[in-house]
């Protein structure tokens, strides 16, 4: 039977996902080990409590509330001191955060703090005797390192959606708490939050690209493939060479060995034979999609899935099924 | 001795005493120098004294200008002659070729006569083409036609003044022994009836006109581009870009030598003496420009602009640096040079030929393609300016186009100029039953054949199928051979092109280092660019191989009648081979290319583009522009694309993979379904099976 | 300004890994090293700051074997002004360990500055940094994607999921330098050849216990080769099948 102790990170007096993903890992450790607790430290501006039941729903038995007006955005080492404040007093076998930006940077301070080591990114984790073992890819996820973590606490980042956050509803006791050191003495503080949206995502960033070549023919149709990107709504546009070169799009969406190098979760390489020059700067995309009328085209080399066709043709009724599925979700 | 032949002589020495001390002024200046061994081989030097310069091989290239300049320039080596008879003359009266047997005499009567005359008819065509058909390449880098006019008219002078000394002389004395000139002879009739003082006063008035000019002349020359008259012969005498030896082949740079921290020019003091010589050279003709792939698309490079900028610079700084402090080293010693003023001597000090003559842009490109020393008549070699140039930006100042970066950081990681595994090198062989190097040594087996594949057919999707039909050739001919699979690596071309000698040099010494492992003796490629730089520039690192070109490689085997091929005629084809700089200027295979083609497909229509062989023009991807950006102006491959379109050709073919690509990508963007093949690839597709 | 910069050797990532006999390691046959990227941008990042803003001393740490004066070196041809590097066997999977041999080390440098990479590229844990910064009691700024430095104060920008922070900090402090941040600079000649004769220290890296231990290496599963789904826009509905059900990226 061992207590976990998990951090639900929140943003703008709203839980993030990841919160619940902590918690959900906290919930599974906890039962493993035999039914302990799960403790999870919400901190934020006033109002943040209100939150509190939402992390009840994935399995938090207790939620340590440290409201306080200098905890409006992140304040890391009053977040630092305080979670570390919590964590030793009580006596957690693991203490779970994110490996979101905020978890990666809070989590570290923590485990220095208390004197103990942890493991960054896991995607899976359980205890096993005194330890806990976790595994975490490593080498830009060419291996899976399996980690063992002999300290007490256990302190670990879990890597944002390796593990769905699961419902473990429970009515959460609220505890109150105060920030351990004052957040106005932090070295470091937040001055301004610049909240994403309406901004465009940077072909660097993207975890989708849809990419152009000369196959679209003209400027024109790039429309088509704005369309399909929008339809992901969260894909950026890129573009080959040549078609940069002909002043189809500018110069900074080229994508290949003289333009920018990605590797996003998904490539939509449309009307793009492949040429070395392209395929330099985005071979190492997770997931390949090649659309071009020559079947003997070397982008169907690289590809995870193909289809040989008019991509002009293709692109609406792509953009229309992209669509729906995501309305359905 | 009467008084005037005294003043004569004083005259003269005078004047040849002051062109000697500019001939050796500028001799000085290439003290400032560095080093350049170009003693070696006088024979071949010789021969390409003979035919480059005497013979005007290079000149006559150009159908226009070329003979134009030629009847000028034999005119000038055969009238010298006269000259020396008229200048020793006037000095000493008595002296005269007459002692020569009469039919002798009365050759070179007759050929004075003949050449002034057709030079004088040259001139005037010099002088319409200048001023009425404004030829293209004589404009542009800011030239003037002053100096050239000028001349002109001073060599016009020459001719008109000489043939009114011998038509006056005549005309007094009908039986001179010059009577053999016909042209004097007949100029002369109508002159007899004046009278014979008139004819005597004008006679010394345009001898001496004629010998004073002559005179000017010699010192005008230091002062102007003609300069070329003296500076070409030795110019071309030491010029590598004929031979001796592999052309092209790029000077070695020591790394390793001790106390050296100055890699590559960004000034003329750190060129070579040769390099500096050609500045003298360099008469603005702009052969050299009007070839360029990158001045023809409208790019800022002028391979004559970093020549005269060569110049001006020398003429610039090296009177400084020398303590020429001769009121006539501040002036404009030689033409064009760049005379911006009353700058101080701290201010020429602080600047250099890099970036304040010679921009950065305009040395990223430069394709390497060759086509501007190939056409240049005097033995300039550009590339040697624009390469030591790219080598002080990369390894002194790491400058480059930001784009080149990963191709660096590649080739040093990978060993490939795209971030690719090594360890996927030899992928494209898969299931081919093709061993390599480590696998038949270990079977204690050696093959005939190396084949060396290189990264694009390692890694290119469409030079792979150049890859898998080459190897098809090779095992259809029963051809024992090899790859090297992973152990291959770049062999460095990409980096030295760019200036990146210690890239290059640590990837050639890791290939040579494999190659002395394997105890390989010949070696088989079908890119151009590993085939030269194997064959002809690893010797300089100790790699001595025989490198031979897979179009060469695969004509033989066909000769032999090792290949077994489809018998029929096949298919009715009019094709277009585009012919590589780095195999064809560089290496000069022009031939075995298209007999391959020809032996694969007898009926097959080769057409020529309009710019083929040795004039044929680059795809845009040498020296490393495979790997930059193409801003400026129209991109290189679109042009040849549409040149080699133009032949109306129902297939291209290229034996390069670099000039697959880009010509490939070419035909692309003209919309135009024009197939690209690969020799290779013709052949094996008629591969009897 | 004086600068630390703490950089790791990692192996180039472009390779196929084998895992050695051991089955704990990556089999280093064949393997070529550099220093981590990010660590490549947090030496430039440095250089720049000490370039634009006058003199100062940039100085480059690396823990580990006497390999890892390769890098050093490579830091020092980029601009760097000496290294110094904390001799150990190995370099230990515990990073708070790592951040104690670290921290004994800056401690006394008088550094302003102190530069990490946002993450190792190979074991990529992201840990070092912060836990030197709390170790050495400086504010931390972590990935950042910009960075000012004036009057003794920084401000950067810190990237997180689908928004920005913008953080201030007061100097000394300890910054892991993040995508956005200026590529490592490409050493010349001239700088490789200064670089021998810069000072590189060696001492013995003052090492921790270790609480955390790597247990095992393996290969994640191949991934399946590409196939041709269909022709026309007939195909794309099993395209979005397969992209739905298959490669779970809708």
């Known amino acids: ?329 | 001795m009467r008084t005037e032949n005294a003043v004569f002589l004083l005259v003269l020495l005078l004047a040849v005493g002051f062109f000697s001390y500019n001939v050796q002024r500028l001799l000085g200046y290439l003290s400032i120098a560095l080093p350049d061994d170009r003693g070696g081989h006088p024979l071949v030097r010789l021969k390409n004294v003979i035919t480059v310069a005497f013979l005007q091989k290079k000149i006559l290239r150009d159908p226009v200008a070329g003979p134009m300049h030629a009847l000028i320039f034999w005119g000038f080596v055969v009238l010298t002659a006269g000259t020396a008879e008229l200048l020793l003359n006037g000095s000493f009266p008595a002296f005269s070729f007459a002692f020569l047997p009469a039919s002798l005499y009365g050759f070179y009567s007759v050929s004075q006569d003949l050449f002034g005359a057709l030079v004088l008819g040259a001139i005037a065509f010099a002088f319409y083409r200048r001023l009425v058909l404004h030829p293209e390449r004589l404009e542009g880098d800011n030239l003037g036609h002053s100096d050239a006019l000028l001349i002109l008219g001073a060599i016009g002078g020459l001719m008109v003044t000489m043939f009114a000394v011998n038509a006056l002389e005549l005309a007094r004395d009908p039986d001179s022994i010059i009577r053999a000139k016909p042209l004097s002879l007949a100029l002369s009739m109508p002159l007899r009836a004046l009278p014979a003082g008139l004819l005597t006063g004008a006679h010394a008035l345009f001898w001496w006109t004629h010998a004073l000019l002559v005179l000017a002349f010699l010192n005008y020359l230091p002062y102007s581009k003609h300069l070329h008259i003296v500076s070409s012969i030795p110019n071309v005498y030491f010029s590598n870009s004929q031979g001796p030896g592999p052309k092209g082949v790029l000077r070695f740079l020591d790394l390793e030598a001790e106390n050296v921290e100055q890699f590559g020019a960004a000034d003329v003091d750190q060129m070579t003496w040769k390099d500096l010589l050609d500045g003298y050279t360099c008469t603005e003709c702009g052969r050299c420009t009007a070839v360029c792939p990158a001045h023809l698309t409208g790019k800022v490079l002028s391979p004559r602009k970093i020549i005269i900028d060569t110049r001006r610079r020398l003429m610039e700084k090296a009177p400084l640096l020398v303590g020429d402090r001769s009121e006539l080293a501040h002036h404009a010693l030689v033409h064009g040079e760049g005379d911006e003023g009353a700058r101080t001597a701290t201010e020429i000090l602080e600047h250099r030929l890099l970036d304040n003559f010679i921009t950065e842009e305009e040395l990223w490109q430069c394709t390497t393609c060759r086509a501007c020393i190939q056409e240049c008549p005097v033995g300039i070699e550009h590339l040697d300016h624009i390469v030591d140039m790219r080598r002080n930006l990369v390894l002194m100042e790491s400058r480059f186009p930001p784009e080149v970066l990963p191709t660096f950081e590649s080739l040093e990681r990978n060993g490939s100029p795209w971030a690719f595994r090594p360890d996927d090198r030899a992928k494209w062989a898969d299931g081919l039953d093709i061993p390599t190097m480590a696998e038949l040594v270990e079977r204690g087996e050696s093959p005939e054949i190396l084949f060396w594949v290189g990264c694009m057919g390692s890694f290119d999707d469409r030079s792979k199928k150049i890859s898998v039909a080459f190897a098809r050739i090779l095992q259809a001919a029963g051809v024992p051979f090899a790859i090297l699979g992973q152990e291959e690596s770049c062999n460095g071309d990409p980096a030295r092109r760019m200036g990146n000698e210690y890239l290059y040099q640590t990837l050639a010494k890791q290939n040579i280092e494999t190659l002395t492992r394997y105890d390989v003796k010949t070696i088989v490629t079908f890119c151009p660019h590993c085939f030269h730089q194997i064959g002809n520039e690893y010797p300089q690192l100790g790699g001595n191989y025989e490198v031979i070109h897979h179009s060469t490689y695969i004509e033989r085997l066909l000769e032999a009648g090792r290949v077994p091929l489809d018998t029929d005629d096949g298919k009715v084809l009019t094709m277009a081979y585009h012919d590589s700089c780095y195999l064809g200027r560089y290496n000069d295979v022009y031939d075995a290319p298209r007999e391959t083609l020809r032996r694969a497909l007898p009926i097959v229509t080769l057409v020529e583009p309009e710019r083929t062989r040795d004039r044929g023009m680059c795809c845009g991807a040498g020296g490393g522009r495979m790997f930059m950006e193409e801003t400026q102006g129209k991109r290189i491959n679109i042009e040849r694309a549409e040149q080699l379109l133009a032949t109306g050709a129902d297939m291209l073919a290229v034996a390069c993979p670099f000039c697959m690509t880009m010509i490939s990508d070419g035909v692309k963007a003209k919309d135009s379904d024009v197939p690209v093949f690969d020799i290779s690839e013709v052949v094996a597709s008629r591969l009897r099976t | ?250």
């Open chain 3, 1 to 250: 300004m004086k600068i630390a910069v703490c950089i790791k050797r990692v192996p180039d990532m472009e390779t196929r890994f084998k895992i050695a006999a051991s089955g704990t390691a990556v089999d280093e046959a064949g393997l070529k090293y550099d220093m981590s990227d990010f660590d490549g941008y947090a030496v430039e990042t440095a250089l720049q700051l000490n370039e634009k803003q006058g003199p100062g001393e940039t100085v480059v740490i690396s823990l580990g074997p006497d390999v890892v004066q390769e890098q050093l070196r490579k830091a020092l041809s980029m601009g760097a002004d000496r290294a110094v590097q904390l001799k150990a066997d190995r370099v230990p999977t515990d990073g708070l360990s790592i951040a104690g041999a670290l921290a004994a080390e800056l401690k006394d440098g008088g550094y302003d500055l102190i530069f990490f990479g946002r993450q190792a590229v190979d074991s990529a844990n992201a840990t070092v940094g912060p836990m030197t910064a709390e170790l050495l009691g400086l504010p931390c700024a972590t990935a950042v994607s910009t960075l000012d430095i004036a009057n003794g104060r920084g401000t950067a920008r810190r990237d997180l999921e689908g928004a920005a922070e913008i953080v201030e900090f007061a100097l000394p402090a300890v910054v892991t330098i993040d995508e956005g941040m200026p590529r490592a600079r490409y050493p010349s000649l001239k700088g490789i050849m200064a670089a021998k004769k810069k000072p590189l220290e060696v001492k013995p890296a003052q090492l921790g216990a270790e609480s955390l231990t790597l247990e095992k290496m393996e290969l994640p599963p191949e991934r399946a080769a590409g196939r041709i789904v269909g022709e026309g826009p007939g195909a794309v509905p099993e395209l979005v099948r397969l992209l739905h059900t298959e490669a779970k990226v809708l």
């Open chain 1, 1 to 329: 039977m061992a207590n976990i102790f998990a951090f639900a990170e929140s943003r703008g007096g709203a839980l993030r996902r990841v919160a619940f993903e902590t918690v959900s890992a906290a919930r599974a450790l906890a039962d493993a080990s035999g039914g302990g607790e799960v403790h999870a430290l919400l901190a934020g501006a006033a109002g943040v409590a209100a939150l509190a039941a939402e992390l009840g729903k994935y399995g938090a038995d207790v939620v340590i509330v440290v409201e306080h007006a200098g905890l409006a955005n992140t304040n890391v080492e009053a977040l630092a001191a305080t979670a570390a404040e919590r964590i030793k007093s009580g006596g957690y076998r693991a203490a779970i955060f994110s490996a979101s930006a905020q978890g990666r940077d809070l989590a570290p301070r923590v485990a220095a703090k208390l004197g103990v080591s942890m493991a960054g990114d896991v995607t899976t984790l359980e205890l096993a005797g005194d330890a806990l073992v976790v595994t975490h890819p490593a080498y830009a996820g060419k291996v899976i390192a399996t980690l063992k973590l002999t300290g007490s606490p256990a302190i670990v980042t879990l890597r944002p959606g390796a593990r769905a956050a699961v419902e473990a509803a429970r009515e959460a006791r609220v505890e109150s708490a105060q920030p351990v050191s004052d957040p106005a003495a932090s070295k470091l503080v937040v001055k301004e939050m610049v909240v994403g949206g309406g901004a465009k995502l940077d072909i660097g960033d993207a975890p989708v690209i849809v990419s152009g070549g000369r196959g679209l023919k003209s400027a024109e149709n790039f429309k088509l493939v704005e369309d399909l990107a929008a339809a992901f709504g969260n894909a950026a546009v890129g573009a080959t060479r040549a078609v940069t070169d002909d002043g189809w799009r500018p110069h900074s969406d080229q994508i290949g060995q003289t333009g920018r190098q990605v590797s996003p979760e998904l490539y939509v390489a449309l009307g793009i034979s492949g040429a070395i020059q392209h395929v330099a700067g985005m071979r190492n995309s997770r997931t390949i999609v090649a659309i071009n009328k020559d079947k003997d085209a070397p982008i169907f080399k690289v590809a995870d899935y193909g289809i040989v066709g008019d991509v002009i043709e293709i692109l609406p009724v792509l953009t229309a099924a992209v669509k729906e599925a995501r309305s359905k979700g």
